[in-house]
């Protein structure tokens, strides 16, 4: 059962959403070996390091270059800066060919949208950016640019939940081509006319859905989650922290019927395959009243978490 006494590892960086179920629900074996697949603030790492023995490993993934500072000093952990579409690729490379529990918070970390120069938050007026990994080169205003109005309109619809997404992607292109988006402000300048209800609202569900596309969160988190069938040892978990109905219908559904093989003999059939995953919890667990006072950002957050059979 959770602990609520325990202290749980936060910084500036990132408070750990649920983090007491996470850690309940991984079951870590002190010998085992898992994966932190979004390493972030290292809360939840430190978490499993403090349940793991000398013999236990952890791997940590994380693309965003900043989130390295976190690093504990500690000989049980391997941090691979990548992306974690690429899990089985670099464990591999570390000589993993199975694990026994794989974590993902698919939230943006807090120092993410605290820090203006990278274009995640409305309250800052920095570079109109929200790459997660600078190294790639498509930026939110490069996004901006080049939709066309019907895939703007598919985008705010489908990531943001807006509900006047048609005028605004109308909008964004009859008025872009007259306007540089360098920044933030050129943005919420360009969309102010057709700013509808609750601003603050609007402008959050705007700007997560524009760092989805940005991000290509969730083609994403498709490769992830085929990936895990045949890393996680039977007995191993799989634990997913999500934060949007789309990424939590993806993670619900991939539990459910697992990856589908191809049929050799027709490549447009596929068979079911044999049971994958024991569904641990039925239903979302959500963050307690208590943890959701203390942190806002868990309000939204859903945890499932599933047994490799």
């Known amino acids: ?46 978490g499993i390091l403090s349940k ?31 992306n974690f579409k690429y899990l089985q690729r670099f464990l591999r490379l570390h000589k993993i060919n199975q694990v026994d529990g794989v974590l993902a918070d698919l939230g943006v970390s807090s120092h993410q949208f605290d ?71 050129d943005f919420k300048t360009l969309i102010a ?3 509808k209800g609750n601003p603050n609202k609007y402008w959050a569900q705007v700007f997560q859905a524009i760092r989805i596309v940005v991000n290509e969160e969730m083609e994403v988190l498709n490769d992830f989650l085929a990936q895990l069938p045949d890393l996680i040892k039977p007995g191993g978990r799989a634990v997913i922290i999500t934060f949007h109905s789309i990424e939590d219908r993806m993670v619900k559904n991939a539990f459910k019927v697992g990856p589908d093989e191809e049929n050799p003999s027709n490549p447009f059939l596929s068979n079911p395959r044999e049971k994958v995953w024991e569904i641990i919890t039925k239903k979302p667990v959500m963050a307690s009243d208590k943890e959701m006072k203390e942190n806002n950002r868990s309000r939204s957050a859903k945890l499932r978490a599933a047994e490799r059979v």
Do not use: W
Not at 71 to 80: A, G, H, Q
Not at 172 to 181: D, S
């Open 193 to 195: 006319p057709v700013v």
């Open 1 to 46: 059962m959770t602990n609520p006494t325990s202290t749980i590892p936060s910084s500036d960086y990132h408070i750990p959403v649920l983090f007491h179920e996470t850690m309940q629900y991984l079951n870590i074996h002190p010998e085992g070996v898992y994966v932190d697949a979004t390493f972030g603030g290292g809360g939840h790492s430190r």
């Open 115 to 185: 820090e203006g120069t990278r274009g995640f938050s409305t309250r800052f007026d920095g570079p109109f950016d929200m790459r997660m990994d600078q190294r790639q080169t498509r930026t939110a205003a490069q996004v901006m640019e080049s939709l066309s109005e019907t895939e703007l309109h598919k985008m705010f619809e489908q990531y943001g939940e807006v509900t006047n997404s048609k005028t605004l992607a109308k909008h964004i292109v009859e008025n872009r081509k007259h306007v540089k988006l360098n920044t933030v402000q």
């Open 52 to 82: 793991l023995g000398p013999q236990g490993r952890l791997i940590a993934f994380d693309q965003d270059a900043d989130a390295k500072n976190n690093l504990p000093n500690d000989e049980r952990i391997v941090f691979i800066p990548e």
